[in-house]
């Protein structure tokens, strides 16, 4: 998918790949199944709000309806399929945090305004997520749905892998942010020359970097040596 697509193409796809997760794989193995089909999605998309909630909410409902399949195990199954959407997305408010470290470094390009708007957006990934988990429970009739409710309550009251990643992040970002701007100020920078967009695009190829390094190594060809 390219940068100028709509992030709500292909979400059927991606419903169906989650749901066939959950519904062939053992407990044990759905959340790094949905992990890896999370990260995968996100990055063919650009790192903003409207890609990782269409995302969201394509895995979420698609790993709702799989989960059915488990019967009397479905909490089991549905609850390590929502631990899998937040790995994969602390895997992404790392990336962001990472983009934003080196537009940070890049006084000259990138004002501290866009800085402030990107954390700003990091700020809200785990409302998003939360968010959109609650939509997808409103939607369903079913008990998969009923539990999907109780997991987001739950993730409400007791907090994310990903909320937490935040947090951190937006420590760290804001003790960088103090010092780039008084170096900002003493370059005479006053204007940038990119657009928040680029640190998204950043962001993305962070991101593609995480998730390739996740995936096992290539077993060895026979023959090869």
């Known amino acids: 998918m390219t ?12 419903h169906d790949s989650a749901q066939q997760a959950v519904e062939q794989e053992q407990e044990i193995d759905i959340r790094e199944k ?63 945090k990472l983009a934003i470290e080196e537009a940070a470094g890049r006084t000259g390009d990138f004002s501290q305004q866009e800085l402030k708007r990107s954390m700003s957006d990091l700020g809200e990934l785990e409302k998003l997520y939360l968010d959109t988990l609650t939509d997808i429970a409103k939607n369903g009739t079913d008990r998969a749905a009923e539990i999907l409710t109780d997991l987001v309550t739950h993730a409400r009251n007791s907090g994310t892998a990903v909320g937490e990643q935040v947090v951190t992040a937006l420590a760290d970002l804001q003790r960088l942010l103090q010092q780039t ?45």
């Open 34 to 96: 949905v992990r890896d089909i999370t990260l995968n999605a996100l990055t063919r998309r650009k790192l903003d709000a409207d890609s990782i909630k269409a995302v969201v909410g394509a895995v979420a409902e698609g790993s709702r309806v799989g989960a059915v399949s488990h019967g009397e195990r479905m909490g089991e199954a549905l609850k390590e399929a929502i631990k899998g959407l937040d790995d994969a997305l602390t895997k992404a408010a790392e990336a962001t």
């Open 3 to 14: 940068d100028t697509e709509d992030p709500r193409i292909h979400t059927e796809e991606l």
């Open 181 to 225: 701007g008084k170096a900002g100020l003493e370059a005479g920078v006053e204007t940038a020359r990119t657009t928040g967009a680029q640190i998204v695009q950043i962001a993305s190829g962070i991101l593609a970097g995480i998730a390739d390094s996740l995936q096992p190594p290539e077993k060895t060809k026979s023959g090869d040596k």
